[in-house]
């Protein structure tokens, strides 16, 4: 049971134009969103977060978005650039106190063509 | 700071044979986590550490065992390899707080065969 959804295994984008990237979660639970992002033969880093009272945070070229009524939240990244392209996992809190684990989606793997 | 660190980076097994991950991190950080990410799937939890002397199974345990005597290392053990543990491996640690940031190694990629 994937609670966690990354439904676009690859996204391909243009130098300068938008990246989308989205993910839908089904646990109404989840208080806390994350997005990472990944090189090949390298660990995920850390991206950009958002908590479930808010519906936008923004970093930069980053901006991820929160709609909790739908149970989807997106990224955008603008303007892409070809260091952009990389695979990007969203994933989810799963309040337990100090038990927080992480639940993550299946990753998107971003290409942005020069 | 090194931050987290994993060995080796690569290496292939026996079926049967046994092996620990190392683990390591520099950032003084109570949680240790080791997941596992197969091809075109999430990164999927082991096990994790909420402290020294302390942890407790994730998502898929089966086959893996992990201590946890100092804060700074956090190893993986498998004892009996199959193939269905070829994966890529992953360490991460963060510190207490509101937000669930995590830190990750750069992997350990297993091959069993």
């Known amino acids: 049971d994937q609670q966690v959804k990354q439904n676009s295994p690859s996204l391909s984008v243009q130098e300068g134009r938008i990246s989308i990237l989205n993910c839908d979660y089904t646990n109404s639970m989840f208080d806390y969103f994350l997005w990472y992002k990944k090189y090949p033969a390298e660990g995920p880093t850390f991206l950009i977060s958002?908590?479930?009272?808010?519906d936008k945070n923004e970093d930069g070229r980053f901006t991820v978005f929160l709609n909790k009524s739908a149970k989807h939240l997106s990224l955008h990244i603008v303007p892409s650039q070809p260091g952009d392209s990389a695979v990007y996992f969203c994933a989810a809190r799963q309040y337990g106190g100090a038990t927080n684990k992480l639940i993550f989606g299946t990753g998107t793997l971003l290409a942005v063509q020069p | 700071n090194a931050g987290v660190t994993q060995t080796p980076k690569f290496r292939i097994l026996k079926i049967g044979q046994s092996m620990t991950l190392q683990c390591a991190q520099d950032m003084n950080h109570n949680y240790m986590y080791w997941y596992r990410q197969d091809p075109g799937m999430g990164l999927k939890l082991i096990y994790y550490s909420v402290g020294a002397g302390i942890t407790d199974k994730g998502e898929v345990p089966n086959g893996y065992n992990v201590s946890r005597s100092t804060t700074e290392d956090f190893p993986l053990r498998l004892e009996l390899a199959a193939p269905s543990q070829t994966s890529v491996y992953f360490c991460?640690?963060?510190?207490?707080?509101?937000?669930?940031?995590?830190?990750f190694g750069p992997g350990t990629r297993l091959t069993v065969l």
């Open positions: 991460a640690s963060r510190t207490s707080g509101a937000t669930d940031t995590q830190y």
């Open positions: 958002i908590s479930s009272i808010k």
